[in-house]
């Protein structure tokens, strides 16, 4: 679709995007970073605001007082509504939101689901990464079927310096899985440690690296308190994007072990690197991959013991799957892709 930038740019207006979070890499940070970045390359003049700010509220109230903003664009249903219920001002505009996971996983099932339908039901245009979201939805609440709208994420890395496996303590013999995620309880990184607890007293090369914030204060103090006690596990805390893909360069298989997911991102990062998965078989892993293609699916401990031994015991096996998964994100979860459709949905609305 052309894009028509006089239509994004009435009046030298800006689009706004509106994050809950900015300050540590989570998904609705990095997602709505690389919009605002993929965007503003195409030459769309677009903000990004998030509520961690500070001023936020100031900042807001005084864009929509000077009339700074055609569009806004939130993440996260239940985020948006708090928004939406401060800044009664929002909803004169054309608002969009992308739900990103936890929004649709949990506040829409829980004590909050008002709050969340409240934000679904004042958009003009629901985004959602997953097709069995947009199917799961559209069944559940058919009066926002008309609005839902499907958009993967892109995968985007930018280079790094090379890490060697020495520089981590690692050795070339090492099998090494990377766990990239922040210490959530929704992250369910005790089933990586228990799995592989198991694989490594049989295969001593088996190696685990984690990498992310330490978001949660008591259970990441439950995780790191029990890794002290395994060798073979390491925390390497928080890695700022533009470095992870000399990490993820390290590893022979990647893990995502959530209880529940909006789009593994990280976890598509690494099987963009020809690295083979293995993803929980949950609501937002689901559908990524094919079992057994690109990896494997695990609905439990002895299912993923049992996929990480395979991709073990047979090397052949791990390369071919790689390969699958490179071209899979190649094929369906390119940036341009998203940033295209993100641009022509703020066109439509703005026309």
């Excluded at 939130?74 to 739900?99: C, E, I, Q, S, W």
């Excluded at 685990?208 to 439950?222: C, F, N, Q, R, T």
């Excluded at 909006?262 to 598509?268: S, T």
Aim: hydrophobic residues 45%; proline residues 4%.
């Amino acid at each position: 679709m052309l894009i028509n930038y006089d239509t994004l740019h009435p009046s030298g207006k800006a689009v706004l995007l509106l994050t809950p979070f900015h300050r540590s890499q989570r998904g609705n940070s990095l997602t709505s970073e690389r919009i605002q970045t993929g965007l503003k390359q195409m030459g769309i003049n677009i903000d990004l605001l998030s509520l961690e700010d500070k001023d936020w509220e100031r900042t807001l109230h005084h864009g929509l007082a000077i009339h700074k903003y055609s569009l806004v664009h939130g993440f996260h249903g239940l985020h948006f509504a708090r928004v939406l219920n401060k800044g009664p001002d929002l909803h004169r505009l054309p608002l969009v939101l992308t739900m990103t996971g936890t929004d649709i996983n949990y506040d829409l099932a829980g004590k909050d689901r008002d709050l969340v339908l409240q934000s679904m039901r004042i958009v003009k245009r629901i985004i959602v990464f997953n097709q069995q979201f947009e199917i799961e939805i559209a069944a559940a609440y058919p009066e926002f079927q008309s609005k839902l709208q499907l958009i993967p994420q892109g995968v985007c890395l930018e280079d790094s310096p090379v890490i060697s496996r020495e520089e981590l303590g690692l050795q070339d013999k090492d099998f090494i899985f990377i766990l990239p995620s922040g210490l959530r309880e929704v992250k369910n990184i005790d089933l990586a440690l228990d799995a592989l607890s198991e694989l490594w007293f049989e295969y001593r090369e088996v190696r685990l690296l984690i990498m992310g914030a330490a978001i949660e204060e008591d259970y990441s103090d439950m995780i790191l308190q029990r890794m002290q006690d395994l060798p073979w596990v390491s925390y390497l805390g928080e890695i700022p994007h533009n470095q992870v893909k000399a990490y993820y360069q390290l590893a022979d298989v990647v893990l995502n072990t959530s209880l529940a997911e909006g789009q593994p991102q990280a976890a598509l990062e690494v099987m963009s690197l020809s690295i083979p998965a293995i993803l929980t078989a949950v609501p937002g892993n689901l559908g990524i991959i094919e079992h057994g293609v690109q990896g494997f699916y695990a609905g439990n401990k002895s299912e993923l013991l049992e996929a990480a031994q395979k991709l073990i015991l047979d090397n052949n096996l791990k390369q071919v799957m790689g390969r699958a998964a490179a071209e899979m994100i190649q094929l369906k979860f390119q940036p341009e892709t998203e940033f295209n459709a993100h641009a022509a949905l703020y066109q439509s609305l703005l026309a």
